[in-house]
């Protein structure tokens, strides 16, 4: 079937088993990798950003000549880009000099403006700083609109009515024990354990999180590779169902990226490397109930689901890069 747009072909993402983990005498825990890469723009933030324009568009809250603004560290910032040229709407992305030159170059090609703060916040970062340059921009340009990710319910909507919803689908059958989310701006896990939660009661979620990350209660500091983590607590994570917390330290999840290429083929990006180092080590240590859906013993294997946010070219020069992982990580395995 012919698709009229852009909008039109977000979703409907694979999941593939990576094999099982075995943990004698407990049960075998069976991992589960949600492939958001192939949304069209190569990662999971195509999900809330055709979602919300939709719904700003069907609301009347922007129109033709309206100038969409956003704060972004990558993806979300593409993913918009690409939903606004697709609607024929101007897009201004804020970003900072993390920026991997990939998504700049795609930002470029999609017709954005680049607004790039250079100065960090007091925390080392540079996302309140982003946020200071969005409402300047609001009072600046007539007609604009702030998408907001990190408040924006639509957010959280588009993962609960998308992401969540195909994975309760995928496993409605044979039951769900966990699912590792990796946390940015707060809107999948939200969604995503919302939904999951109401199919599977006893669903244990299990947000990941990265080392100089605040949102739950970390100490800030200086973070080199962007997409994961926050130096704000985002509001719509209010909403969200957590049950434990794993933080990851930024050479594991390139050592995780780098055992994802090499055991299983999966060229992914840093988040996604985060949640499988997540999962493999939180399974070493026994758990509490191993996460049965009715509390009830089992035989059978735990199911674990984690999502991949991106792909992995973005990252040739920095998880990818040995050069750059041995003069950043220089205590990485690679």
Same mark, same amino acid.
Not at 57 to 75: K, P, Y
Not at 161 to 185: K, N
Not at 190 to 213: C, M
């Given at each position: 079937?012919?698709?009229?747009?852009?909008?039109?072909?977000?979703?409907?993402?694979?999941?593939?088993?990576?094999?099982?983990?075995?943990?004698? /005498?407990?049960?075998?825990?069976?991992?589960?990798?949600?492939?958001?890469?192939?949304?069209?723009?190569?990662?999971?933030?195509?999900?809330?950003?055709?979602?919300?324009?939709?719904?700003?568009?069907?609301?009347?809250?922007?129109?033709?000549?309206?100038?969409?603004?956003?704060?972004?560290?990558?993806?979300?910032?593409?993913?918009?880009?690409?939903?606004?040229?697709?609607?024929?709407?101007?897009?201004?992305?804020?970003?900072? /000099?993390?920026?991997?030159?990939?998504?700049?170059?795609?930002?470029?090609?999609?017709?954005?403006?680049?607004?790039?703060?250079?100065?960090?916040?007091?925390?080392?970062?540079?996302?309140?700083?982003?946020?200071?340059?969005?409402? !300047?921009?609001?009072?600046?340009?007539?007609?604009?609109?702030?998408?907001?990710?990190?408040?924006?319910?639509?957010?959280?909507?588009?993962?609960?009515?998308?992401?969540?919803?195909?994975?309760?689908?995928?496993?409605?059958?044979?039951?769900?024990?966990?699912?590792?989310?990796?946390?940015?701006?707060?809107?999948?896990?939200?969604?995503?354990?919302?939904?999951?939660?109401?199919?599977?009661?006893?669903?244990?979620?299990?947000?990941?999180?990265?080392?100089?990350?605040?949102?739950?209660?970390?100490?800030?500091?200086?973070?080199?590779?962007?997409?994961?983590?926050?130096?704000?607590? /985002?509001?719509?994570?209010?909403?969200?169902?957590?049950?434990?917390?794993?933080?990851?330290?930024?050479?594991?999840?390139?050592?995780?990226?780098?055992?994802?290429?090499?055991?299983?083929?999966?060229?992914?990006?840093?988040?996604?490397?985060?949640?499988?180092?997540?999962?493999?080590?939180?399974?070493?240590?026994?758990?509490?109930? !191993?996460?049965?859906?009715?509390?009830?013993?089992?035989?059978?294997?735990?199911?674990?689901?984690?999502?991949?946010?991106?792909?992995?070219?973005?990252?040739?020069?920095?998880?990818?890069?040995? !050069?750059?992982?041995?003069?950043?990580?220089?205590?990485?395995?690679?």
């Amino acid at each position: 079937m012919l698709q009229r747009c852009f909008l039109d072909l977000v979703g409907g993402t694979p999941i593939v088993h990576l094999g099982a983990q075995r943990r004698a /005498p407990r049960r075998p825990v069976n991992l589960f990798a949600k492939l958001e890469f192939y949304n069209p723009t190569g990662s999971i933030k195509d999900r809330p950003a055709a979602y919300i324009l939709r719904r700003l568009r069907s609301s009347g809250e922007i129109a033709d000549g309206s100038t969409v603004i956003e704060s972004s560290s990558g993806n979300f910032g593409v993913a918009l880009a690409a939903a606004c040229r697709s609607a024929g709407l101007r897009f201004v992305c804020v970003v900072d /000099p993390l920026l991997l030159r990939p998504n700049e170059y795609l930002l470029e090609q999609l017709g954005a403006t680049i607004v790039k703060v250079t100065r960090p916040d007091e925390n080392g970062g540079y996302l309140k700083a982003r946020l200071r340059k969005v409402e !300047e921009l609001r009072q600046e340009i007539a007609g604009s609109f702030w998408v907001n990710q990190y408040g924006n319910r639509h957010n959280a909507d588009a993962h609960y009515f998308g992401t969540g919803f195909e994975i309760y689908t995928a496993f409605r059958d044979v039951g769900l024990d966990y699912a590792f989310i990796p946390v940015s701006s707060g809107g999948t896990i939200t969604g995503v354990s919302r939904i999951l939660k109401e199919h599977f009661p006893a669903v244990k979620i299990i947000a990941v999180d990265t080392s100089g990350s605040v949102i739950f209660g970390g100490r800030p500091r200086k973070r080199y590779v962007p997409g994961m983590g926050s130096s704000i607590v /985002p509001e719509i994570l209010a909403d969200a169902r957590i049950d434990d917390v794993f933080c990851v330290h930024e050479e594991d999840m390139i050592d995780g990226c780098m055992e994802l290429l090499k055991d299983h083929g999966l060229f992914v990006g840093a988040s996604s490397g985060a949640a499988y180092f997540a999962a493999k080590q939180y399974f070493r240590y026994p758990t509490d109930d !191993e996460g049965t859906r009715d509390g009830r013993a089992s035989d059978r294997s735990l199911n674990v689901v984690m999502t991949f946010a991106d792909r992995g070219e973005r990252y040739m020069t920095t998880v990818y890069s040995r !050069e750059w992982t041995m003069r950043t990580y220089p205590e990485c395995s690679r």
